[in-house]
């Protein structure tokens, strides 16, 4: 076993549920020797992430609700009690009202979308930041996690893919501003997974059904691929990596029109 991690303390936000990419993170989080402390949003999630913690064996889990600027200062406060030193941070955290398309979407509707989508990684950075080691003992890595509807129109992705091109821009502008301190900020845009959030994106199904024929490697993006991306990036292999996108998607990226088969 490699332990790329190993002692390293990753905290990850946005583990819901086993379907999940933060819990495929998580899994190969643990697998190579990481400390995790994972965080809920209300009451409603607690009970849930206290059992996935609980089989993910990390070592604690604490309330944070990105889009309340308490609850990420009471974050701060529990980690600066107890003298965390975090190496590595996970945002995946993402919401909007798909069920309308951007022409049709309201300013309230795409708030939301921007705040939590986009605005939350660049709120989360901040908090993390001083948090994290200084530059001449290895700085710290913040990942993030995007789709192609940041940059391509995808049928029924509608707000999400520009709100998913805000957040890739703000990768860029903070690894620009963190980079001084030695900490990488870098994005994984993983291909179309089956998970419970996706099930929101209006005939998902055809997404992946798309993949199969269209992507390179003909075939849909296994979770484990973009949980092993994540190790590299926050690992001391990722060291010189920062501001980047990184495509994890079985090459879907990189298709125009579909061909057609023979």
Not at 22 to 37: D, S
Not at 156 to 165: L, S
Not at 190 to 201: H, I, Q, Y
Request: net charge neutral.
């Amino acid at each position: 076993m490699s332990q790329l991690l190993s002692g390293k303390t990753a905290l990850i936000l946005g583990v819901s549920n086993r379907w999940s990419l933060a819990y495929a993170i998580a899994q190969a989080f643990t697998r190579e020797g990481a400390k995790l402390i994972l965080t809920y949003q209300g009451d409603r999630q607690k009970l849930t992430v206290q059992e996935l913690a609980a089989d993910l064996k990390a070592h604690q889990t604490l309330p944070c609700d990105v889009c309340k600027d308490d609850e990420l200062a009471q974050l701060i406060d529990e980690l600066k009690s107890q003298g965390t030193v975090l190496n590595t941070v996970v945002h995946s955290i993402a919401f909007g009202d798909l069920s309308k398309t951007v022409a049709q979407t309201t300013r309230d509707a795409f708030g939301v979308a921007m705040d939590v989508s986009a605005y939350s990684l660049v709120a989360v950075a901040r908090a993390v930041a001083p948090f994290m080691p200084a530059k001449e003992q290895g700085g710290g890595s913040i990942i993030t996690l995007s789709y192609l509807g940041s940059t391509r129109v995808v049928e029924n992705y509608n707000v999400m893919g520009v709100a998913k091109a805000a957040l890739e821009a703000s990768v860029r502008y903070l690894a620009s501003d963190l980079g001084p301190s030695n900490i990488r900020v870098n994005a994984i845009s993983a291909g179309a997974v089956k998970t419970v959030s996706a099930r929101g994106v209006r005939d998902f199904s055809k997404l992946l059904e798309a993949a199969v024929h269209v992507s390179p490697l003909r075939r849909n993006t296994d979770p484990a691929e973009v949980a092993d991306a994540a190790v590299f990036l926050a690992s001391d292999l990722g060291r010189g990596v920062t501001g980047n996108i990184l495509f994890v998607d079985a090459g879907m990226q990189i298709m125009g029109f579909a061909r057609s088969e023979q």
